[in-house]
């Protein structure tokens, strides 16, 4: 429910950031939806949802993401956990369009993150995502046609 209420729900984000935790995988992925429909009022749970990316369950690190994605600048301090998440072998594709999209999200804050990014683009299935987000880092305006669009 409070996925649907959004940001004016931002009352309930430190008890979803503590559910971030939750022994239950669903419990903890459906935390970070909540929190990234409350967009950049869940910033009080980044750090909470910086320790999510690594969560041992897929679709909990690409909710993470996802939800580090909608906050925005205010995330830039999961920059390097995002980051990190590109370069992890074998890892979901799920998991890594999440996070290159956060990066791209959280705008030139992520600049550290463009090497990361780089090599993310050089890759067949990544490659439209991570080049999105470089240019939203740089500043530079996504092509209407852009395949991510």
């Not at 669903?26 to 970070?32: D, I, M, N, P, Y």
């Not at 929190?35 to 980044?46: E, N, Q, Y």
């Not at 705008?107 to 890759?123: H, I, S, V, W």
């Amino acid at each position: 429910a409070l996925s649907q209420v959004g940001p004016a729900g931002e009352s309930a984000v430190p008890k979803l950031a503590g559910a971030l935790s939750d022994a239950i995988p669903q419990v903890r992925s459906l935390a970070a939806v909540a929190l990234k429909s409350m967009g950049a009022k869940a910033a009080p749970a980044v750090p909470e949802l910086m320790r999510a990316v690594d969560d041992p369950a897929v679709y909990v690190r690409a909710s993470a993401a996802d939800a580090l994605g909608a906050i925005g600048p205010g995330a830039r301090a999961a920059v390097p956990a995002l980051a990190r998440r590109l370069a992890v072998k074998g890892e979901e594709m799920a998991v890594l369009r999440s996070a290159a999209t956060a990066l791209g999200n959280i705008g030139p804050e992520a600049r550290d993150a463009l090497p990361a990014l780089q090599q993310a683009a050089r890759t067949v299935r990544l490659g439209p995502t991570a080049e999105e987000a470089i240019l939203k880092i740089e500043g530079k305006p996504v092509p209407a046609w852009w395949p991510g669009q």
